[in-house]
């Protein structure tokens, strides 16, 4: 790639942002929409030692013992997924842990509140789930962006991502409990921000996308450079 396409350390800030507006403004949809499940997902996940046991029996000492099971898996299984996203199409694991999470959102919830599964078991499933929707996040969304505003991208489509679904996951979870009478109810939620990110899986084609073709652009501008040494 030329030096004019990597994203200058000196522009000022507004400038980012403005060149990221004006010429990427779907890859910033787009982006967003990858993060949108793993957003809703942390919120809920950090919020449960308070909204769990206002919602079910559980205390709030269980419910930050099966928060730590679900993070220690979540802190593997979002490092192997990743791994695997650069062996297989990120969009399909993409694609994979939105769809568990749109489909068994409100059951884990019931099982939850109707105590019908361990509550352990119950964190591991959930840190396997997210660790799909998780690992291969934001290298899909980072593949977005040209080299020159991607720093800009990644941050501006994480920052409203969290801010909006992931800071209002509580406030909305505690909103569905009370507005339906369903202790199920924040599965919905999820479910429902699964869902904008399985719709966003559709229009990613990131396995083989613009990092890996700037990178073959590099290289065969190498290869066709002449060599400044003269032949022997």
């Not at 599964?117 to 591991?124: D, G």
Request: glycine share 6%; with cysteine.
């Amino acid at each position: 790639m030329q030096e004019a396409e990597r994203e200058a350390p000196g522009r000022p800030l507004s400038d980012h942002l403005a060149d990221l507006l004006k010429t990427q403004p779907a890859s910033v949809f787009v982006a967003v929409s990858t993060m949108i499940a793993t957003a809703a997902f942390n919120g809920l996940l950090f919020a449960s030692p308070s909204l769990v046991p206002k919602i079910t029996s559980y205390t709030a000492t269980e419910a930050s013992e099966a928060q730590n099971i679900c993070l220690l898996l979540l802190s593997f299984g979002l490092i192997s997924v990743a791994w695997l996203g650069d062996k297989v199409p990120r969009r399909y694991l993409l694609m994979f842990g939105s769809g568990v999470l749109t489909l068994f959102s409100v059951p884990f919830f019931q099982a939850l509140a109707e105590h019908t599964t361990s509550l352990w078991t119950l964190a591991l499933l959930a840190g396997a789930a997210a660790s799909f929707v998780n690992g291969p996040m934001c290298a899909t969304a980072a593949d977005l962006f040209p080299t020159r505003i991607r720093f800009s991208g990644v941050a501006v489509s994480f920052n409203l991502a969290f801010s909006i679904f992931s800071g209002i996951a509580p406030l909305a979870a505690r909103g569905l409990v009370e507005l339906s009478g369903s202790n199920a109810a924040p599965g919905y939620y999820m479910s429902a921000c699964a869902l904008l990110t399985l719709i966003g899986t559709f229009v990613l084609q990131r396995f083989d996308g613009r990092i890996l073709r700037e990178q073959r652009e590099r290289e065969q501008a190498l290869a066709s450079t002449p060599s400044s040494f003269p032949a022997q």
